[in-house]
């Protein structure tokens, strides 16, 4: 029997609302085995590992069929505890760490918008292109519509909630600062905002916001580097993370 993994044309959206269908994730996930968002693990292993250590515990918000979970853990993060919003992603995670022996590594289907966990539990929270789902229908990227704001809100402050006092959260992401800091410095958050760049000839984001370290000065810290817009040469991009991003900067 044939068991390739599908073509990435099976699982590609006619357009990009389509991220926001809950049914559209189950039907991808139901199909795809593993696919990596805005690079892999080894494209910004050195800027993770300056935050997270084996004593860490960490939550990743939108785990899908990311490999991610399992390089932390064999980069010796032992206490890893994955959610995604869709029952078969989960399910396949589950059954995938099992067949690798990485049984200590939880898996939960959980909304991140409501998360079913304490206050304080985690040294880490971590998302990679998992916010940016909710600005693929945000209008204009410098005054997003109020639904989104609301949504991209809510998260924040799961996050906030979940972290311990000193605890880190790292975002992964096409989001330019300028286009970020507006929710990052909400007057609610406690957190300092940084963040470094990664890539070739296209830049994608990587925030650390520190938890319990926000002051003035922490609010505009972020690598000396012009902001790129899209770039012109597009052979570093995955096709599909080219469709997300033109669609979240022209809409």
């Known amino acids: 029997m044939d068991r390739r ?20 994730w189950d039907k991808r996930f139901a199909q795809e085995e593993h696919y990596e968002w805005f690079k892999d693990y080894s494209h910004f292993r050195h800027l993770l590992q300056q935050h997270i250590t084996p004593n860490s515990s960490v939550l990743e918000l939108g785990c899908g069929n990311s490999q991610l979970c399992e390089e932390l853990y064999r980069d010796g993060i032992t206490e890893l505890t994955c959610i995604d919003l869709s029952p078969i992603a989960v399910d396949k995670m589950k059954q995938r760490l099992i067949n690798k022996g990485y ?47 609301e949504k991209v809100m809510k998260m924040l402050h799961e996050i906030h909630r979940v972290l311990k006092p000193e605890g880190i959260f790292i975002s992964i992401t096409f989001g330019q600062p300028h286009f970020r800091r507006r929710f990052f410095n909400h ?36 690598e000396k580097t012009s902001i790129p817009s899209i770039s012109l040469y597009h052979d570093e991009l995955e096709g599909e993370d080219y469709l997300f991003r033109t669609n979240i900067d022209e809409m």
């Open 5 to 24: 993994e599908p073509e990435k044309t099976d699982v590609l959206p006619s357009t990009a609302l389509a991220y926001l269908d809950r049914n559209y």
């Open 103 to 149: 049984k200590e590594i939880k898996v939960l289907e959980a909304d991140m918008l409501d998360l079913p966990i304490e206050d304080g539990c985690f040294d880490v929270v971590i998302e990679k292109g998992t916010m940016d789902v909710l600005f693929v229908d945000s209008g204009d990227p410098w005054n997003p519509h109020p639904a989104t704001v």
């Open 187 to 222: 007057p609610e958050f406690t957190w300092s905002v940084e963040w470094n760049t990664f890539g070739e000839t296209f830049h994608y984001f990587l925030y650390i916001l520190k938890k319990g370290q926000r002051s003035s000065e922490s609010e505009e810290c972020g």
